[in-house]
């Protein structure tokens, strides 16, 4: 296990990389590293790898500080963003080369590249030079001599994030399931919200130098700790209604900004409101609500029709309430035309409720839903 | 407004040939995207509609008026790009503010448009920053604002305006891009390699692949009905599956074959009997895969799980089968374990073939 301790990293005398972080890497887990250019994303993973030092805290490997211990003796491999083959050598070759660096025996050598190459499907490629490949075959043996080198801990820095979208969608399954069979802790630094929730066992969001969230997928995506987890996670992004609590005809509701919509407040979202009139603002997933062309039991708030975006399975319906828009994933064949007025299922117990950016209040989730 | 009629295009850079004789129209007032992977000749395209390249062949007409040997600001143009240079000099409020001011509008009305395009672009905050002191996304946002900004220019040009931006702003600038399209009915031609860019916000999409027009067709069509196996392949996803095999017929069956597993085709394809070629490629989309653990359902062919990633709202499951991974959409709540046995049932009315040599789609009411 590796443990952070309010690591803190500042380069020079300006810019600080990293403030305060704290979190665990359990073993044997695929933990990705997810945020924003300028996270500290890659500081963190040259802080694990020693390549970098820290400027305070302490960074534990099973229990004993690795302050001091030379990159080398971590028992750790990093990949860098680096993934080109040298071409005048075969696959095998171009696989065998950091065990070679580090004076494997032959043997030993040979097994861990017949291992990774039937991992990665790439057995049949072994006497090939690099120009002789497709393009996702070379990016499979790359990643393949990212990972030859036997160790506890992986650390991938954005290892398939040049590549095109097509090759990527492929890739990370392959790395994924090799990862798996490996049965060894990965890292992972990446900057798609997708290959987040695909990939990670546990996701750590950072910001700003700032550890903004840590958790499972379904944590991170059905419980987002803020506004800035909930909207940088998850496609189409969530939709934010700014809203006031008020009094109604003795009734709390919340009021959306720019019209006079409203929709009531339930006693559980109600217990969680702190008696302030501003900062709210209701967060909503396109999949988490439905709409209707006629008002009816379930669809109670007009919007207009601002937009629709036909993506083949589904279309995404952006629709407005005042000044607030809100996206709705439906079915291909559900079609309004813009301006037109639709009622969406916007019900409280079934929203997250954000006061001045931090989550007060998520949907309650039927745990065996089917879509 | 304008139509823009482009006949038997050509544009080559020495010996390469970048676009290699392509003709399309667009209508007056339509959105029409040009996609495509690096390298297909969209961009060339963009940039002889533009009149920033000369073309080598064909010709270019706004409405009847053939304007390919006219300057670019001869064409009365309005065009963003990936990578457009803001006036270094000026904020970004007078970088906006550019073509308003060239076009002799008051500073009143001036101050009105600027300062509501920057609100619907979220950029009022930086008015005042200089480009040097702007990021990526925050500089395409600017150079969007200024083409966009009110103006009567014959055509819109944009040419992947957005590609820089995070997902959040993205899909917001798409909305945004695309209610402006409806509100003020311009023409519009916009470049890009994102599909679901092109899918979501054209009337039309233009897929070009080496240099050619590979289909024209609304994004149903393009989706629904791709004209050959790199459409189908290159619009949705996770991209469309494909599988080789071969048609057999017997005791008045129609099965598809690949290697020792084999399923009955749909109605229409036995329909066309004879005209079926034998070898045949077939195309279906992860979604339209039904999985289940249990073969107590029909199902059309057997395989095991390679790996889950569970998406939350769905679950991409890969399938190893017969040498080939499918990848397949399921529900969000889908659990399966690696190696796992699974069981595909294939939505009949979602199959489609393809020519195996030619890539062509077989089309039910063509053969």
Redesign the interface.
């Known amino acids: 296990m590796i443990e952070l301790r309010n690591v803190t990293k500042r380069y020079g005398s300006t810019t600080l990389a990293l403030r305060n972080v704290s979190f665990d890497i359990r073993d044997k887990e695929f933990l990705v590293i997810y945020g924003?250019a300028g996270a500290g994303k890659s500081t963190t993973l040259n802080l694990i790898a020693g390549i970098v030092q820290l400027t305070s805290g302490d960074i534990l490997q099973n229990g004993e500080s690795l302050v001091g211990v030379a990159p080398e003796n971590r028992d750790m491999a990093m990949a860098f963003e680096n993934y080109v083959l040298y071409s005048h050598l075969s696959v095998y070759e171009n696989l065998a080369f950091p065990l070679k660096a580090k004076k494997f025996p032959k043997k030993e050598i040979d097994e861990r590249i017949q291992k990774i190459s039937r991992l990665l499907q790439i057995s049949e490629l072994l006497d090939r030079r690099p120009g002789f490949l497709s393009g996702g075959q070379r990016q499979r043996v790359a990643l393949g001599r990212a990972i030859i080198r036997p160790a506890t801990l992986y650390l991938l820095d954005e290892p398939i994030g040049h590549l095109?979208?097509?090759l990527r969608?492929r890739l990370?399954?392959d790395l994924?399931?090799m990862a798996?069979e490996l049965n060894a802790t990965f890292v992972m630094v990446t900057t798609a919200?997708?290959e987040a929730?695909?990939?990670g066992d546990r996701i750590a969001i950072l910001r700003n130098g700032i550890l903004e969230q840590i958790g499972t997928?379904?944590e991170i995506?059905?419980q987002p700790k803020n506004e800035f987890v909930a909207?940088?996670v998850?496609?189409?992004?969530m939709s934010f209604l700014d809203v006031q609590p008020v009094q109604s005809d003795g009734k709390l509701i919340f009021r959306f900004e720019g019209c006079e919509n409203s929709i009531s407040i339930s006693n559980r979202v109600a217990g969680c409101l702190n008696g302030s009139q501003t900062d709210f603002r209701l967060g909503v997933?396109s999949?988490e609500l439905t709409i209707a062309s006629q008002q009816d039991e379930n669809h109670n708030t007009p919007a207009q029709v601002?937009?629709v975006?036909?993506?083949?399975?589904s279309n995404?319906i952006?629709s407005k309430i005042g000044e607030g828009?809100v996206?709705v994933t439906v079915d291909s064949h559900i079609r309004p035309k813009?301006n037109e007025t639709i009622w969406l299922s916007l019900d409280c117990d079934h929203l997250h409720v954000f006061y001045k950016e931090k989550a007060i209040s998520h949907p309650i989730r039927n745990q065996?839903?089917?879509? | 407004m304008a139509t823009i009629s482009i006949k038997n295009l050509v544009k080559e850079y020495g010996n390469v040939k970048a676009v290699k004789g392509i003709s399309f129209d667009v209508k007056d007032g339509e959105f029409v995207a040009l996609l495509g992977p690096s390298g297909c000749g969209k961009s060339s395209t963009m940039r002889t509609i533009c009149g920033l390249e000369q073309i080598t062949d064909g010709a270019i007409y706004f409405d009847d008026k053939r304007i390919d040997h006219l300057r670019p600001r001869d064409r009365n143009i309005a065009m963003s790009f990936e990578t457009y240079a803001l006036y270094p000099t000026l904020t970004v409020y007078e970088n906006i503010a550019f073509p308003l001011r060239s076009a002799n509008w008051s500073d009143q009305k001036v101050d009105e448009e600027v300062r509501d395009i920057a609100k619907r672009m979220e950029l009022e905050s930086i008015l005042d920053r200089l480009p040097n002191e702007l990021s990526g996304g925050q500089a395409q946002r600017v150079g969007l604002a200024r083409a966009l900004v009110r103006q009567k220019p014959n055509v819109f040009l944009l040419d992947e305006p957005i590609s820089h931006l995070d997902t959040r702003q993205r899909h917001r600038m798409r909305e945004f891009i695309k209610h402006l399209h409806l509100e003020l009915g311009y023409t519009m031609v916009y470049v890009t390699h994102d599909q679901e860019e092109a899918m979501s916000m054209a009337d039309r999409i233009v897929v070009m692949n080496e240099g050619t027009i590979r289909q024209i067709g609304t994004p149903d069509e393009v989706f629904n009905d791709p004209a050959d196996d790199f459409v189908a392949g290159f619009v949705g996803e996770p991209p469309m599956n494909f599988i080789e095999g071969t048609i057999e017929q017997s005791d008045g069956r129609w099965d598809f074959k690949i290697k020792d597993q084999q399923f009955p085709l749909p109605e229409w394809v036995r329909a066309q009997g004879e005209k079926m070629p034998q070898q045949v490629k077939l195309g279906i989309r992860p979604f339209y895969i039904d999985i289940n653990l249990s073969e107590d359902q029909p199902y059309d062919l057997s395989g095991e799980v390679f790996i889950v990633e569970n998406m939350q709202d769905y679950t991409i499951v890969s399938v190893d089968t017969n040498d080939l991974r499918l990848q397949i959409v399921a529900s969000g709540d889908f659990r399966a374990k690696r190696h796992q046995k699974v069981f595909l049932k294939f939505q009949p009315q979602f199959i489609r073939f393809f020519d195996l040599q030619t890539g062509k789609a077989i089309k039910s009411g063509e053969l």
């Open positions: 924003p095109d979208a097509k969608h990370r399954g994924k399931a798996m919200s997708k929730l695909a990939m997928p379904e995506y059905h909207s940088f998850g496609e189409p992004p997933r999949s601002y937009v975006e036909p993506l083949g399975y995404v952006t828009l996206r813009v065996n839903a089917n879509h």
